[in-house]
């Protein structure tokens, strides 16, 4: 077909980027209907009815050899990869996983073992953080890509969006930034008790998960609650050995990003420390009213397809 | 890690091919909760609770550049085409499509114009089938590939799974196979007003739809419903042109198989020709106990990684 074929002037998807292209194919669905509360945008789809006083919570995420992992990495770590993220993004709702379904692209001259090792690694998530995985695929391909959509749930109370926060509320993230390449973005916890306590004995006004880096991340909050946002840099907390560039686009933290009202917040600072002593939670700086809007991040963050 | 790189004793996935494949990753998952009616093996999974009378329903499938379509394939059709298989295997079911998200992998170098074409696809067969797409995912990728999760519902009462098949029941299936390369898999209609028809008005005792060529699927829902089967192959509907070996083995027809209760099939074979007068419903066969097993079906069907 002509039309395939990219001509000089066809505009091509590295060219244009993620998010640009993300927005261009989200405005060529058809609207959704009253069922669903967030659609495309979000950690995680919002849809009701679930079951009374619930909501239902829907996600999918993938990971492709060569730019999530490698076809060195440990099986067993591929798995926990790919399901451990959309765990993550499930508990940035405040919600509870369910359900998964799983589809695993190999190269036909993979080892079995190797399959059966990723697998293990999805077997591991499931067992640990609750979720059933009821169905699957595979098929032949030229690059292993593993894919995990699963669904979930949360109290129509607790449920936290990426919309809610407010010019004021004060921004924590858990944990340090940065460095996920020395082996955290395969080994990585899915924050969902942390994420669940926040979200039923807190409130914050807006939570995500950070997957593309700080510095692309907290704009996405930012711009979805219709606010601007301020941050230390000084405050970002850093894994060891990582400059503040790493710790703002590295990326893959699979850390919570939470804006707080701040004058809770306060008190959160205290009640997490005695509550989850190991893992830090560090204030980096507050939304802010639009026109205020400053300190451009450094570092970039993570860009699928202008890589 | 030396344990990856395939050695002349690995197993690779090629030979041990797809079915075998799957059934050990399966075993691999750890035990589903009281909450799943049917987990991996059917067209879709299972749920409760669903809404009070309700199951759930949950499918994943994907479609791959090279296997499923190749990179001249009209971009409307790709996204036709992997939501319409999903739809299909919700109807299956004799389920309601509700919900879906979706997974785009593209090469970088692909024109922003294509990737729209495939949401433009996917856009139709949301409009016309009643599904709400409420999230996604893109990356880059060497080969292009969609993957699609949907949710779905069905009445307890209306719930077809392959595995009631009985003894004696009487198979029928609906349109024609074969020669679904010649187009019909890029274009075929999922039958969902067929199956919801089934399930409401005649119960089938066992369905699925047909994706892999029925000398593949029919050995599928006979083993799943503990029984064996007798095709008369002068029966079987051929698309045009097509030989036996085509209609048993092409795969990708997208139609209806279901087993009957041998005392309703004239009765609706006489309801269906008065209601869908276009879409022929053919008698096949019947299903028999295992030890009359017999009529190897010619043709072997699809086989993913042995093509």
């Not at 379904?101 to 990723?118: C, F, K």
């Not at 109370?157 to 919309?163: E, G, I, Q």
Request: glycine share 12%; with cysteine; charged share 25%.
């Amino acid at each position: 077909m002509a039309g395939r074929v990219t001509r000089a002037r066809d505009v091509t998807v590295a060219e244009i980027g993620e998010d640009a292209l993300v927005s261009r194919l989200v405005g060529l669905l058809p609207s959704t209907g009253r069922g669903v509360v967030a659609g495309p945008g979000d950690d995680c789809a919002v849809l009701r009815p679930g079951r009374s006083g619930w909501y239902d919570l829907f996600k999918t995420d993938c990971i492709v050899e060569g730019v999530h992992f490698l076809r060195e990495t440990k099986p067993e770590k591929i798995g926990w990869k790919a399901m451990a993220r959309v765990v993550s993004d499930i508990a940035a709702m405040g919600g509870l996983p369910g359900s998964a379904v799983v589809t695993l692209l190999l190269p036909p001259d993979w080892p079995v073992a190797a399959a059966e090792g990723i697998y293990r690694g999805i077997a591991k998530v499931a067992r640990i953080f609750g979720v059933n995985v009821v169905g699957g695929e595979t098929s032949a391909a030229a690059q292993a890509m593993l894919s995990v959509s699963m669904t979930g749930r949360v109290e129509r109370d607790h449920c936290v969006l990426r919309s809610g926060g407010r010019a004021g509320d004060v921004l924590f993230v858990t944990g340090r930034l940065g460095g996920s390449l020395k082996g955290k973005h395969l080994t990585f916890e899915p924050r969902l008790a942390e994420a669940r306590w926040l979200a039923e004995k807190w409130k914050p006004r807006a939570m995500m998960d950070l997957s593309d880096g700080l510095a692309k991340d907290l704009p996405r909050l930012a711009e979805a609650s219709g606010v601007g946002f301020q941050v230390d840099p000084d405050t970002v907390p850093r894994t060891r050995g990582c400059t503040l560039a790493e710790a703002l686009g590295d990326g893959e933290d699979y850390e919570l990003l939470l804006a707080m009202a701040s004058n809770v917040a306060g008190e959160l600072e205290k009640a997490w420390k005695r509550k989850f002593s190991r893992l830090p939670l560090t204030r980096i700086g507050r939304l802010c009213p639009v026109v205020e809007k400053s300190t451009p991040l450094e570092g970039s963050g993570w860009e699928h397809f202008r890589k």
